[in-house]
């Protein structure tokens, strides 16, 4: 596994435009160092007999099926907006345009 360096840290840091001071930068090459440790470890497990999963459920689509209907006539639709602007909802203004 890779060693973390302060000196990758700090290279890191430069490249994402982040400044630390050289305590958090011992502090972030620890917690890395801890991070890839682990990665390490959870490498050495034995998992060619373990299915690979994505889904913590068998089940592929818990959905609806869509189908296509027939939608209302605009006019009817329209009839139930609080305001109509040239055939469409009419909604207050949220974006200043000045």
């Given at each position: 596994?890779?060693?973390?360096?302060?000196?990758?840290?700090?290279?890191?840091?430069?490249?994402?435009?982040?400044?630390?001071?050289?305590?958090?930068?011992?502090?972030?090459?620890?917690?890395?160092?801890?991070?890839?440790?682990?990665?390490?470890?959870?490498?050495?497990?034995?998992?060619?007999?373990?299915q690979?999963?994505?889904?913590?459920?068998?089940?592929?689509?818990?959905?609806?099926?869509d189908?296509?209907?027939?939608?209302?006539?605009?006019?009817?639709?329209?009839?139930?907006?609080?305001?109509?602007?040239?055939?469409?909802?009419?909604?207050?203004?949220?974006?200043?345009?000045?």
């Amino acid at each position: 596994m890779a060693t973390i360096t302060t000196e990758g840290v700090s290279h890191v840091a430069n490249l994402a435009r982040l400044e630390f001071n050289k305590e958090e930068t011992k502090d972030f090459t620890e917690q890395l160092a801890r991070i890839l440790d682990y990665i390490g470890k959870l490498n050495e497990l034995e998992t060619d007999d373990v299915q690979p999963t994505s889904h913590i459920h068998p089940l592929q689509n818990i959905t609806k099926p869509d189908v296509v209907k027939t939608s209302l006539p605009r006019d009817a639709v329209l009839a139930n907006a609080p305001e109509e602007e040239e055939g469409y909802f009419g909604v207050p203004r949220v974006i200043d345009t000045d």
